[in-house]
Every structure is written in C-alpha cells, then in structure tokens.
C-alpha cells in the first residue's frame, strides 16, 4: 500500500506541469496536503462496493482511497481529456480495478455506485445533485469541506456525521446518507 502510493505521488509530480495538475513539486508536501486526507477518508468508505470520484482531476481523492481499499471499484469522471487519459495510465501503473469517464457527470447515465467522493468541484449542494441520480440504495457521499460551511439539505440525502481527521486541519468531512 505505501509502495503504491508513492509511486502515485511520484506520478502526479512527473505530469505535474504537462498536464497542470499541481504547483506542489515536493513529494512531502504532495503527500500531506493530498494523499494523507485522501486517505483519512476511508474511515467513512465502505469496505466494498463502487466509489465514484466527481471531478477527479490528478486523483484525488479517489485514487488514493482505492490504494487503501483495493476492495473498492473506482469510478473516475473527469471531464478533461487528457486528464482522463492520466487517471487511466493510473489505473494500469498502480493495477488498480478503476473505469475512467472523460465526460461531465451530469451527462452520464447512472453509474450505479455506492459512494461518492469529490474534492473542491463545487458546493456541497451542487455535489449531492450530481450524486443523486449516479447511486444505489444505501449510498454514502463523504465531502472534505471547509470547517465553516455548514451542512445542507437536498432531497434524498440527510446529513449522517460531521467529522474531523488529523490530516485535514483546515476541514471537516460532511457524510451524507442517500435515503431512496
């Protein structure tokens, strides 16, 4: 697990600058400020099942999640192509059991999944909208969002746990419960 994710973080920082992925071009602060609360987030995965990463741009949070829960079949929609086309390379570098979608979420048919993960895409509003029509029955959706913002109501979703991660300072995580 730790080999894999070493290796991730020394992709993203291969690309980094052809596909403007990150500024960060230290493995330390790529792996504090990236992968481990991409990692502490596993505390409110399920252990199998499929996770869908709305915008995942360089991965995250999904791929390192996935790393963590090889159990977990990722689902990464990223609607930038070559962005897409990294995730997939990714996915065969680090063997990792993961669809790629370069499209907009919003146009997809449901994906039958049963988490949902996103990081810094849009609001948290906005999130469960787009997680809605994408999850099974029982689905969880786990967002890291600024400790300020408050929680909010969408049809079909109620807030199920506000957490705190030692590797998220600045955040919190908001656990959403799809209740259809």
Known sequence: MKEKLEIYTKEVLRFRKALNLTSISDAHVFDRRFVQPSVALKNWMPEQGRLLDIGSGMGVPGIPLLIVQPQLQGVLVERRKKRAEFLR?????????????????????????????????????????????????????????????????????????????????????????WLR
Request: aromatic residues 4%; negative net charge; charged residues 20%.
């Open 89 to 177: 390379h990714l996915g065969r570098v680090l063997e990792l059991n993961i669809e790629v979608y370069d499209a907009d979420i919003n146009d997809l048919e449901s994906l039958s999944v049963d988490v949902c993960v996103a990081r810094a895409v849009t609001n948290v509003k906005g999130l469960l909208d787009m997680c809605s029509r994408h999850v099974n029955s029982n689905a969880v959706a786990v967002f890291p969002v600024p400790r300020e913002q408050g929680s909010v109501n969408v049809d079909g979703w109620s807030l199920n746990e506000l957490g705190d991660v030692d590797a998220i300072e600045e955040q919190q995580v908001q656990c959403y419960s």
